[in-house]
């Protein structure tokens, strides 16, 4: 079991560009969710999804989209960098008993 | 939603016994109340979860008094491993209601030696 796995690790992106956030999970969970951390703060929600082919925004969703075409994935899609993205991402998965499983984050700096 | 409140920043000593708080007073009926931990530059990692009066586990104990409008996260015997932030997050569970998880600001601990 890989739990939940982001890739990139570390990304840095000119303003203007586009790019995906990439978030697995091998725990057949129903629930996946993004969060942003900025330097010194608390978590966000940007969006999430009770399952595949459904999905709702959170309470950042402006900037970003997302898909979930299948249980196991859920990308994280930013159509314009801007430098407010600068953050840590974090994808979130869980399954009906409630424990949220994070993934190591995504570092992204928009310069 | 439920929001939740907690304070800042607390501080303590090795050895002992720390209490963090967190306020949630529109909670929902079906809401659960889960504390997670978070170190610098990792993903927060779940602690403890409970729905009312006391839950224990092997790192933690969990109070919810009966209107359950606050919780309390008590940590025995602190280290100074257990230096982190603390997070309350309540939210219910289901497959019909697994919708929006709203994180606080949480409560950053520092364990002194």
């Known amino acids: 079991n890989a739990g939940v796995t982001q890739t990139p690790k570390f990304q840095v992106l000119k303003t203007g560009q586009s790019m995906t956030l990439q978030c697995a999970q091998d725990m057949n969970h129903e629930y996946m969710s993004w969060y942003r951390q900025d330097p010194g703060m608390g978590l966000r929600l940007i969006h999430y999804s009770v399952g595949a082919g459904i999905t709702d925004q959170g309470e950042v969703p402006n900037g970003y989209n997302v898909s979930r075409s299948t249980t196991e994935d859920f990308p994280l899609r930013l159509l314009s960098a801007a430098p407010s993205q600068t953050s840590v991402y974090f994808c979130?998965?869980?399954?009906?008993?409630?424990?949220?499983?994070f993934g190591e984050g995504s570092r992204l700096t928009v310069l | 939603l439920a929001k939740t409140t907690q304070p800042i920043s607390m501080d303590s000593y090795e050895g002992q016994e720390v209490n963090i708080t967190c306020s949630h007073n529109?909670?929902?009926?079906?809401?659960?109340i889960t504390w997670y931990q978070q170190f610098p530059s990792q993903g927060p990692r779940f602690i403890i979860q409970g729905y009312k009066t006391k839950v224990t586990n092997e790192v933690a104990s969990l109070f919810i008094p009966a209107d359950r409008k606050s919780s309390t996260l008590s940590l025995p015997r602190v280290s100074l491993s257990d230096t982190a932030v603390y997070y309350c997050l309540v939210g219910s569970f289901g497959s019909s209601n697994t919708g929006k998880l709203i994180f606080g600001q949480g409560t950053t601990l520092q364990v002194k030696p």
């Open positions: 529109n909670i929902a009926t079906n809401d659960y």
């Open positions: 979130a998965s869980r399954w009906n008993t409630g424990e949220l499983f």
